[in-house]
Every structure is written in structure tokens, then in C-alpha cells.
């Protein structure tokens, strides 16, 4: 009776476990109540004991999830080109890029007037100021500014401008843009453009800078470039005040003769002065043995 009575009450703590709702706590702390899976082969697979069960759990859980499908992808052997020796052996003997050092062009104004002193300051430079070279990284409104200094303030009345390369449309803008600054009419000023070309020479380092190479060590190559150059006159053109003078015959650079005046009597009163002078005497002073024997 007893073993009957204790399998009954066992049965019925199954049961109870069975039909009690467990809730699962989540990381938020809400308890979260487990749904139950309702596929008849599901339960009835799951009421065997030990390892029988255990396995039946396992295949419900396998046939649960559908078969994943073959993968499609077969490994072939990877199928790479063959270099070939000749175009290998070409880009080994391909030629570096040879380093070029640019040499300024020449100018077509000298930097100080022949008329000036190169050693003295800037400031007193007077002559050659109304020639110079447009550049580009010189704004246009500071070459309004010096052309329109030079015409009124300094009385220059020829300008003379040139440009190179990059910088020509900058020198065309301000041919064109400086008639309008100035005071005098249309009629009054003159503008002559001549273009052109020059030669410029670039130096072409050597790769290797060991002095025993048998490489020469420097080489060089000439390039042309267009120029361009713009003459604006005001009236005639006259030249400023400081200029004129070299007009009137009277070169300010060139330095003056030390007159000499010419002695009379040329190169025979010379002789004649020279055959006139006397000879310089010598005295001699006798010796102690002729003292003695006087």
C-alpha cells in the first residue's frame, strides 16, 4: 500500500510541474513568460525518461530548423597568368624620371639702369623705373597703383611692361584695364603690343651623385616660351626730367675726364734738364798710415 500510495503522489507532482507556468527573468528584470511549443510530434516525443528522452529532445530540436542547403561553391584551383621574363625585364630596366632644375630666363630690362649706381639704395634709383616684368603674383590693383605713380607723380610718359608664360593674360588684362585710371583721353595715350618668343635652358641633374660615375653630371636642354611686351604712351612719349639730361649730350654715368696740362719744352727740355744735373760728390776720408807719414 505503501509503494502504491507514494506513486500516486509523485505522479501527481509531475503533473503539477508540468502544468505550472515557469517565467524566465530577462536582463531588464521583467519576467518573461516561455511560449510552449504545440506540434503534437513535439509532446508526444517528450514524455519518454532518460537517455531515450534525451535523444528524442535532441532529434525534435534537429528537425526543428530546416536542412541548410548545399553550398553551391566548388573550390577550383585558382588559375594565375604567367609572368612573362620580357615584360618584367622592362619595367626593371624602364628609366626613372630625370630631376629638372628650371634656370630663370633671361630678362629683357636689366634690374639697376647702366645710369645707376648698383651699390647705392633703391630709392635713388631714378632712371629704368618705368621698365619692368609682369608676374603673377603680383596683383593687378598694386600695377595700376605704380603705373599710375610713375605717369603722374615721377613724370614718366612711356611705360614699358613685359610678360612671359602664364603671366601674358595678367600683363593684357592691365594694358587694358590702365588707360581707365588715368587722367588723360583716349586720344592721348598709345599702347603698342609686340609678341615673341624666348629661349629658356633647363639643367637636368644626374641620377647618381657619385663624382667617380662615369654619367655626366649635368646636362641641359632648351625650351621656347612665348613673351609679350606692351609700350604705353602718354602724347609723344617724352621722357621724365630725370632723363633728359642724357638727351642734352650730358651722360650721367659716364665718369670725367681729369684734364693735365702739357709742360713746354716736350720730351728735349726733359733731356736737356736731365744732362744739367749735376753729378753728387763723394768725399773719402784718408787712411791712419798716410796721416802718418805726412
Known amino acids: 500500500m505503501n509503494t502504491a500510495s507514494s506513486l500516486k503522489r509523485k505522479n501527481a507532482t509531475e503533473s503539477e510541474d508540468t502544468d505550472r507556468v515557469k517565467r524566465v527573468k530577462v ?5 518573461r513568460v516561455p511560449q510552449k511549443n504545440t506540434s503534437g510530434d513535439a509532446k508526444g516525443k517528450g514524455k519518454g525518461k532518460g537517455k531515450g528522452k534525451a535523444v528524442e529532445k535532441g532529434t525534435v530540436m534537429a528537425t526543428s530548423r530546416p536542412p541548410s542547403a548545399p553550398s553551391a561553391r566548388v573550390d577550383e584551383p585558382s588559375i594565375q597568368p604567367e609572368a612573362d621574363a620580357n615584360t618584367m625585364a622592362e619595367q626593371a ?3 626613372r624620371r630625370p630631376r629638372i632644375r628650371k634656370l630663370a630666363p633671361p630678362r629683357p630690362y636689366p634690374t639697376v639702369h647702366p645710369a645707376s649706381s648698383a651699390t647705392g639704395p633703391r630709392s635713388s634709383h631714378t632712371e629704368g623705373k618705368n621698365a619692368f616684368c609682369i608676374t603673377r603674383r603680383t596683383p593687378l590693383a598694386a600695377y595700376l597703383r605704380r603705373c599710375k605713380v610713375l605717369l603722374l607723380e615721377d613724370g614718366f610718359k612711356e611705360l614699358k611692361l613685359s610678360a612671359m608664360g602664364a603671366a601674358l593674360p595678367h600683363l593684357a588684362l592691365l594694358a587694358v584695364s590702365l588707360p581707365a585710371v588715368l587722367p588723360w583721353g583716349e586720344d592721348e595715350i598709345g599702347v603698342e603690343v609686340f609678341t615673341g618668343s624666348v629661349e629658356c635652358v633647363d639643367e637636368i641633374l644626374a641620377e647618381s651623385g657619385d663624382e667617380d660615375s662615369s654619367e655626366p653630371q649635368e646636362e641641359f636642354r632648351k625650351r621656347v616660351k612665348s613673351s609679350m611686351h606692351v609700350i604705353i604712351r602718354i602724347g609723344k612719349g617724352e621722357p ?8 642734352e649730350g650730358h651722360d650721367a654715368g659716364a665718369p670725367k675726364k681729369k684734364s693735365r696740362r702739357k709742360k713746354k719744352g716736350g720730351e728735349k727740355g726733359r733731356g736737356d734738364q736731365q744732362e744739367t744735373i749735376p753729378e753728387p760728390l763723394v768725399l773719402q776720408e784718408p787712411e791712419q798710415d798716410a796721416m802718418d807719414d805726412s
Open 27 to 31: 536582463n531588464c528584470g521583467v519576467a
Open 240 to 247: 621724365a626730367t630725370s632723363v633728359s639730361h642724357l638727351s
Open 93 to 95: 630596366e624602364a628609366p
